[in-house]
């Protein structure tokens, strides 16, 4: 019996590195990648550095623009019957959108089989987290003394804040996970009374952070990182620490169900969940999924709330609400 065991192990390994053989052969003739994604480009350049030098063979091109614009193209593109990229890493509640409408494929890379906390994996195989981020409150140190900044979200409802607080236009899943958090009637007021602080909307949360480092507005709702080197370095700018929720909202990678490229994109995919890959995630200042990693830094408080990916079935919802109650952007 112990025999037949290993025969059946040592098969199985035998055809995982035959599967492994011809997609690297078949990746050889496709010669390129396309990778659309929401990171920054010197973070992207960064995190490709040792896939570059490992597959000298691949040409690899990244299309780099915020979330939602890379969501709309990709939708424009499929009902114009076009299909341009190959890989994409942005926000899960995107990825949720693609799916949808058909335009991602299944695939389960052999790198997530360990390592992986619970929900970063989508049970059917389409996405796969690569890292996620924390949604804070951040302060211009400038403008805004420690003593005085907001302790908790619901500080932002003091009338000094009216007008002079941030966040960007596209921020419907954060949005959504408090109202997860804190029960949609809950959750539901305090948008509305923040709707009525008058927030400025901004595209963009590293175009955010760069304005708040700036002075254009005391506070505003951001990522932890973006506000921290290396993207943002030696700017008067914190975050709030000990928030209750943080939510941690994952960036996810995807397949296209119609990749030009299929078989080098999941080689890029097995890269960007390896533990080289998530080291390299890791070394951008970003929080990798990876269990088996130790973490970048320290979370920024211990009342965290992970984004639950099931609430991107009602996204359509939940977008409408976000700009209904948050308002229009300021001009």
């Given amino acids: 019996m112990k025999c037949g065991l290993a025969l059946v192990a040592i098969f199985g390994v035998a055809i995982c590195a035959n599967a492994v053989a011809d997609t690297l052969e078949d990746a050889k003739r496709e010669g390129e990648v396309v990778w659309y994604t929401s990171m920054n480009v010197s973070d992207a350049d960064?995190?490709?550095?040792?896939?570059?030098?490992?597959?000298?063979f691949l040409e690899i091109s990244f299309v780099r623009a915020t979330s939602d614009r890379i969501r709309n193209h990709i939708l424009s593109d499929a009902a114009d019957g076009r299909s341009t990229w190959d890989?994409?890493?942005?926000?899960?509640?995107?990825?949720?959108?693609?799916?949808?409408?058909g335009l991602v494929a299944q695939y389960r890379s052999a790198e997530t089989a360990a390592g992986f906390p619970p929900g970063s994996v989508d049970s059917e195989g389409r996405w796969a987290a690569i890292f996620s981020h924390e949604y804070v409150i951040g302060y211009n140190t400038r403008l805004v003394k420690a003593a005085d900044a907001p302790k908790s979200w619901q500080d932002l409802l003091a009338p000094r804040w009216a007008g002079r607080f941030a966040l960007d236009e596209g921020d419907v899943e954060w949005y959504a996970a408090m109202l997860d958090y804190w029960g949609r009637d809950k959750g539901a007021a305090f948008m509305r009374a923040l709707g009525q602080q008058k927030p400025h909307r901004v595209r963009g949360h590293q175009a955010l952070a760069r304005q708040l480092g700036a002075g254009q507005f005391p506070l505003a709702l951001l990522y932890s990182s973006d506000i921290e080197p290396p993207r943002l370095a030696n700017a008067p700018a914190q975050s709030v620490k000990n928030l209750d929720p943080v939510i941690m909202a994952p960036t996810a990678v995807a397949i296209s169900n119609t990749a030009p490229h299929p078989a080098a994109a999941r080689l890029l995919v097995d890269y960007l969940l390896s533990k080289e890959g998530q080291q390299a995630i890791r070394s951008r200042n970003r929080a990798a999924v990876r269990s088996d990693l130790e973490p970048a830094k320290a979370r920024s408080s211990p009342h965290t709330h992970p984004l639950n990916p099931r609430l991107a079935e009602n996204f359509a919802e939940y977008e409408a609400e976000f700009r209904r109650v948050l308002g229009k952007r300021q001009p």
Avoid: G
């Fill in 46 to 56: 960064a995190v490709l550095k040792p896939f570059r030098e490992r597959r000298p």
């Fill in 87 to 101: 890989v994409v890493a942005f926000r899960v509640f995107d990825v949720a959108a693609l799916i949808r409408q």
